[in-house]
């Protein structure tokens, strides 16, 4: 019945396909690219599409369209992992604030508050100011920016299942906290944050390109989308392209993936299920 | 006031701990490998590392909260005079993206709102879709492309300042501004669209319909004005989103803003700096996100009852 609403949900069929194009080209690329990605050649620097290079090359004569299709397993790589961070330190926190309460919710969800106050750019700015740029600086600092959200979000649903019969009956029956918050409460929480796992992931990939553009994230001369458009700035007179198509792949790329969470959100909404 | 006080408690701790515990010695940090021993010394005495950490943090707090956010290594300067001067490039920017964004955003969402479920509407929520999709430098090199290099309406980037005049300074601010804010508007039109949606099925609007008012009355008068305070407040929150964008787009334009010079103290190794602009921006941000949510209790009877 759900397979078969899926597939009527136009959002979601479009939002999966591209999905699947984009792993399948990530997974591609570690086995096939056209040219390689960090092959220089000077002679071939800064054209645009031709038949050798069908998306051109950048300013050092690397194909455009290898450098691309590599660079998407940085985005997926960073989003994963920057989602991964936030989600479980997140839900962590909210499981803590929201089963035990007290002054430990209203500590934790001040330092919430104080966290949503540094969005990736900003963790990153600090995190990079201590620490040499890298790859690794923008997963965390994107993991960091999530934090509040998955927290507030374990929180809101502990804070309303945890007083339910179900739990009580748990209790009676001399099951401990562990297994209230693991077995009992843990499992209704999960759809709202696979949603917004779904959600967070393409975020992750627009900050990621962020940081990169703006230096404080994957270095020269690794493929990275967002570091391809910081080069390509000085040269836009002289070959667009080079800004034209990997922003182009950051944008279909966030598109499908919102248009996926847009559409699970929906399918997995309990008004519409049966 | 306690809940904003304590949370920017927790902001300048964050700071703190990120810039003076993590990396384990500050100064060797801003000296670098190839410094002396006595350089890193030097630093340490001179930022007052040889002290206890509580002993920073309460002095480093303190002169925060009178203004005093450090010296610049860099350029000898106050940090807070640098934020300042930069802020009169920031802060405009920002509220020209914020503008932008409303303008676009409100009668975007009106229509698709009184519309649902029609042509007008998908298109609406197709565009948001994208607005929300395409990351705000890249729309910023695709205008420099386009008006600045094709059309050469504008120049590519730099700001001369204020003193050239209101309007070259504006128009320097024109499309880094509409960069930053048309493609954010996607999240503020959608709010707009379901808060319309929502007070449109309200029994008092079928009533003054019934009445025989002209639908704009009806949709000025009572359909939007109750649906702005989910409109404001998200807007409220867009504003700290917005002004942590303007820190990328500023590397676009080469403007010489907040983010820019944070950028250039991370390669200059200007802890200090970082530190105070990181701080300054934070709190700005926790600041709007607190002042929004006494917004809604102010605007909204329902939520004080509550």
Do not use: C
């Not at chain 1, 020269?220 to 391809?228: C, N, R, T, V, Y």
């Not at chain 2, 970082?274 to 009877?301: E, M, R």
Request: glycine share 10%; hydrophobic share 55%.
């Amino acid at each position: 019945m759900l397979r078969a609403r899926a597939l009527r949900h136009v959002t979601f069929v479009i939002g999966l396909a591209v999905t699947v194009v984009l792993l399948a080209t990530a997974a591609l690329s570690l086995v096939y690219t056209p040219k390689d990605p960090l092959e220089m050649s000077i002679t071939s620097r800064l054209q645009g599409p031709t038949g050798a290079h069908p998306f051109g090359t950048d300013q050092f004569g690397r194909d455009l369209l290898s450098r691309v299709m590599r660079g998407a397993i940085t985005s997926i790589l960073v989003g994963v992992i920057a989602v991964g961070i936030g989600m479980g330190i997140g839900v962590l926190l909210g499981v803590v604030s929201g089963y035990f309460g007290g002054w430990l919710d209203e500590g934790f969800m001040r330092l919430m508050d104080a966290v949503q106050g540094f969005p990736a750019i900003l963790s990153a700015l600090l995190i990079s100011a201590v620490f040499r740029p890298s790859v690794a600086i923008s997963m965390v600092a994107i993991g960091v920016a999530f934090l509040p959200v998955f927290a507030r979000l374990t929180r809101a649903s502990f804070l309303e299942l945890r007083d339910r019969d179900f739990v009580s009956a748990a209790r009676a029956l001399g099951a401990g906290d562990a297994t209230i918050i693991g077995r009992h409460i843990m499992p209704n929480t999960l759809s709202p944050l696979i949603v917004q796992a779904t959600i967070s992931f393409p975020v992750a990939i627009l900050a990621e390109a962020a940081l990169a553009y703006l230096g404080l994230g994957t270095q020269p001369p690794h493929p990275s989308w967002g570091l391809m458009l910081r080069e390509s700035q000085a040269f836009l007179a002289t070959n667009p392209w080079f800004a034209i198509f990997p922003g182009g792949a950051i944008a279909l790329t966030v598109l499908g993936l919102n248009l996926l969470g847009d559409g699970l959100r929906d399918l997995l909404d309990p008004k519409q299920v049966g | 006031m306690a809940t904003l006080a304590v949370t920017l408690l927790f902001v300048s701790l964050l700071v703190f701990l990120v810039v003076r515990v993590l990396p384990g010695d500050p100064a060797l940090v801003i000296v670098g490998t190839e410094g002396s021993p006595e350089a890193v010394e030097r630093i340490r005495k001179a930022l007052g590392l040889d002290r206890p950490l509580v002993v920073q943090y309460v002095e480093w707090v303190g002169h925060a909260l009178q203004g005093d956010l450090g010296r610049s290594i860099q350029y000898d300067v106050p940090v807070a005079g640098l934020v300042v001067s930069r802020l009169s490039v920031t802060l405009p920017l920002t509220v020209m993206a914020a503008v932008f964004m409303a303008l676009v955003a409100i009668p975007v969402g009106v229509y698709a709102a009184t519309h649902q479920r029609r042509w007008g509407d998908y298109a609406v929520m197709a565009l948001s879709q994208l607005g929300v999709a395409v990351p705000a430098f890249w729309a910023g090199l695709l205008l420099v492309l386009l008006f600045a290099v094709h059309l050469g309406w504008f120049k590519s980037g730099g700001f001369d300042g204020w003193g050239q005049g209101v309007g070259q300074g504006l128009k320097a601010l024109l499309l880094p501004a509409v960069a930053l804010g048309l493609f954010q508007f996607a999240v503020l039109a959608r709010t707009t669209r379901s808060a319309m949606l929502e007070v449109l099925r309200e029994e008092y609007v079928k009533t003054a319909r019934a009445k025989g008012l002209a639908e704009g009355r009806v949709l000025f008068r009572h359909v939007l004005r109750n649906a702005m305070i989910p409109i404001l407040t998200v807007a409220g929150i867009q504003l700290g989103q917005l002004m942590a964008g303007s820190i990328v787009l500023e590397s676009v334009f080469y403007l010489p803003g907040l983010g820019r010079l944070a950028i250039g103290a991370i390669s200059a190794r200007d802890l200090p700096v970082v530190q105070g602009v990181v701080l300054f921006v934070a709190s700005v941000i926790v600041t709007i996100n607190v002042a929004v949510d006494i917004l809604y209790g102010v605007l909204d009877p329902r939520i004080r009852y509550e």
